[in-house]
Nanobody, 126 residues
């Protein structure tokens, strides 16, 4: 079993930045691809970004490409999502997740992911 804990969310003005952190415990973090997803009120959970086990491959939703950067530090069992140029439409609960499937390109479908954190709220004011 793997436990994930996200942090770093908060309230920020449009154009600002936040860095989300996801700390994993219980299993070897480097054995999993990692993804970030978000869920806004009344909307389905949507893909934001994902990174392969080694960090050598990344995948981004078109809506965040060029603004968000996903990264990981396997030695610290920690993943990150740097969010820049934030917009009000980025407001959501953000979740990190781990996928044990070995693929060349990280999955974008949340149903492919095996472990989830509890989420952290990000609110962007206009």
């Amino acid at each position: 079993q793997v436990q994930l804990v996200e942090s770093g969310g908060g309230l920020v003005q449009a154009g600002g930045s936040l860095r989300l952190t996801c700390v994993a415990s219980g299993r070897t973090f480097s054995s999993y691809a990692m993804g970030w997803f978000r869920e806004a009120p009344g909307k389905e959970r949507e893909f934001v970004a994902a990174i392969s086990r080694s960090g050598g491959s990344t995948n981004y939703a078109d809506s965040v490409k060029g603004r968000f950067i996903i990264s990981r530090d396997n030695a610290k069992n920690t993943g990150y999502l740097q969010m820049n140029s934030l917009k009000p439409e980025d407001t959501a609960v953000y979740y990190c997740a781990l996928d044990r499937t070995v693929v060349a390109t990280p999955h974008t479908n949340p149903y492919e992911y095996d472990y989830w954190g509890q989420g952290t709220q990000v609110t962007v004011s206009s």
